[in-house]
């Protein structure tokens, strides 16, 4: 499954709040995106995710038994191709962090706007990362200088790659992207056509298997290239 940019998303949203599941459906619904089924707890995302393949998944971090981050990892672990929207009501969440070094694509403040709501859907099912580069810099600069202490999952480094494999070119644009550049951005740092970036970007996500810029910045920083608070 690849991302779909002309069918509709399908959609799984778990969340252990029957209104927040309830209203959030009725959002997406309204604006054409089929929500294909709901979940209580991370178990039955994970569950539920496995059953109905569906290509983004709005997952509520705080659950009971199993929360969203670990039913994150393991649907990711099981379909590679589907998109983790993780739902918080803290934009510094220590758990976001995690969630990125996981491979989830962004995340949403639970007061989100029901027009923002399905944009989000509706861009992690093209492949793209759903946080503004600078937002991301600002958690990852946050977390990845110390293991936070509170929580029961503290932020480990999870994309460690090797970055050998990279060309000199692709290192820059590396370090560019940890540092919040835009494609557009990129082009005009490097002094070359948003399309050659692309390619750039491309290439950087193939050979070292990143699904997003998400994960392209929170390695950047994990590996070095870019220094928290630099």
């Not at 990892?73 to 969630?99: E, G, K, N, W």
């Not at 990362?129 to 929580?151: K, M, N, Q």
């Amino acid at each position: 499954m690849t991302a779909h940019t002309g069918a509709a998303p399908r959609v799984v949203i778990a969340d252990d709040q029957e209104l927040v599941r309830t209203g959030f459906r009725l959002i997406l619904t309204a604006r054409g995106i089929d929500v294909v089924g709901e979940a209580g707890d991370g178990a039955e995302a994970v569950a539920a995710a496995r059953e109905l393949r569906p290509d983004v998944v709005l997952m509520d971090i705080r659950m009971p038994g199993m929360d969203g981050l670990e039913a994150a990892r393991r649907i990711l672990a099981q379909s590679p191709d589907c998109r983790v929207i993780m739902l918080t009501t803290f934009d510094l969440d220590h758990y976001v962090y995690a969630a990125l070094a996981a491979g989830a694509s962004g995340f949403l403040l639970k007061d989100v706007t029901p027009a923002h709501l399905a944009a989000a859907v509706h861009l992690v099912n093209t492949g793209d990362a759903l946080l503004a580069p600078s937002i991301t810099r600002r958690l990852v600069e946050r977390f990845s200088a110390g293991t936070p202490t509170t929580g029961p999952h503290p932020a480990a480094p999870a994309v460690h790659r090797d970055l050998a494999a990279l060309t000199p070119r692709e290192r820059e644009v590396l370090t560019l992207m940890g540092r919040g550049l835009s494609n557009a951005e990129l082009a005009r740092e490097l002094t070359l056509s948003e399309a050659t970036v692309k390619t750039h970007v491309a290439r950087i996500f193939a050979k070292l298997t990143l699904r997003d810029r998400a994960q392209a910045v929170v390695l950047a920083y994990e590996t070095g290239l870019v220094a928290p608070g630099g």
